[in-house]
């Protein structure tokens, strides 16, 4: 898997559709792209993993409440090969948050830093710089969905050029709104990341 692919193929797209014939084949990358991006925005977060581990900077804020050092990260599910450093400084005394993420199939996004850790960060922008295989193991399941409803969306989007679907007439209209799908937000509800502050 790569760093924010996209969540269903062509051939999958048209199966949903019950397309058979070849006319919209070169289109229909690009809606896919389309629908696949819409999806990450939604959610603050990509569903794809890089396919080597590497090295990214963050930087901590102190959390008053806990008395703890904080790194907002991104999503990680792996810990195999992960090392963090504040400066040139390896630091192996911290925790990953959320706790019960692995038990629920869900990322880690949060990296706090021990009482006692090697060395603590001081605020410095980016100098926490983990090295990981971030992002998700699989695409979720509710993914895939979003991204056939998604799709199919833009697809028949070019039969309503001024963004309006139905007819008046029979009572049937409709206006394609500028955010994703109602039922693609509801099947992602699960899975929004929520927007960092500052």
């Known amino acids: 898997m790569a760093w924010k692919p996209d969540y269903i193929t062509t051939a999958e797209l048209k199966a949903s559709l019950r397309i058979s014939d070849t006319v919209d084949d070169a289109e229909l990358p690009a809606v896919v792209t ?17 396919d ?18 904080v790194v907002d990260v991104d999503d990680l599910m ?9 400066g040139s400084t390896t630091v192996t005394k911290y925790t990953l948050e959320p706790r019960n993420a692995a038990a629920e199939g869900k990322p880690w996004t949060r990296l706090v830093f021990a009482v006692d850790a090697e060395i603590q960060p001081t605020g410095v922008d980016g100098e926490v710089a983990p090295t990981g295989s971030w992002g998700w193991t699989a695409v979720p399941s509710q993914v895939t969905v979003a991204a056939k409803l998604q799709s199919s969306r833009f697809v028949a989007r070019r039969d309503s050029p001024y963004g309006i679907a139905g007819s008046p007439a ?21 899975l929004v990341r929520p927007r960092k502050l500052g």
């Open 34 to 50: 389309a629908a696949s991006r819409a999806i990450d925005l939604c959610c603050n977060r990509q569903f794809g993993k890089v």
């Open 52 to 69: 080597a581990p590497e090295q990214r900077s963050y930087t901590a804020r102190f959390s008053c409440r806990r008395g703890l050092w």
């Open 78 to 86: 792996s810990t195999t090969g992960l090392t963090v450093l504040v």
């Open 170 to 190: 029979t009572g049937s209209e409709l206006r394609l709104l500028a955010r994703v799908d109602p039922d693609v937000a509801v099947s992602l509800a699960g």
